[in-house]
């Protein structure tokens, strides 16, 4: 079993920068891919950024390439999201997930098991 809790949501202005973390508990991840995913209101879950085992490859969705960075501290059992230049379509809540383990890299919520509550990111113009 494995437990994922997300903080750092919150409120911000356009243009403004946010860093989500997710950290694992129950048992290590190092051996699982990750990855971070959004849900706006009225909208599919969708995938914004995931991060192989080791950390070395990175998949980003088109609309924040360039903007969002995902990263991971396998010795803190923890994965990141830094997020610039946010825009309101950003909005929604942002859910830390993670693979099983010794998995083939996924960029679909269905190649995820456990996923955290999720934290809100809400970007005001």
């Known amino acids: 079993q494995v437990q994922l809790v997300e903080s750092g949501g919150g409120l911000v202005q356009a243009g403004g920068s946010l860093r989500l973390s997710c950290t694992a508990s129950?048992?290590?991840?190092?051996?699982?891919?990750m990855g971070w995913f959004r849900q706006a209101p009225g909208k599919e879950r969708e995938v914004v950024a995931a991060?192989?085992?080791?950390?070395?490859?990175?998949y980003y969705e088109d609309s924040v390439k360039g903007r969002f960075t995902i990263s991971r501290d396998n010795a803190k059992n923890s994965m990141y999201l830094q997020m610039n230049s946010l825009k309101p379509e950003d909005t929604g809540v942002y859910y830390c997930?993670?693979?099983?383990?010794?998995?083939?890299?996924?960029?679909?919520?269905?190649?995820?098991?456990?996923w955290g509550q999720g934290t809100q990111v809400t970007v005001s113009s």
């Open positions: 997930a993670t693979g099983p383990r010794y998995g083939l890299w996924s960029r679909n919520k269905e190649g995820y098991d456990y």
């Open positions: 129950g048992r290590t991840v190092y051996n699982s891919y």
């Open positions: 991060i192989s085992s080791s950390g070395g490859s990175t």
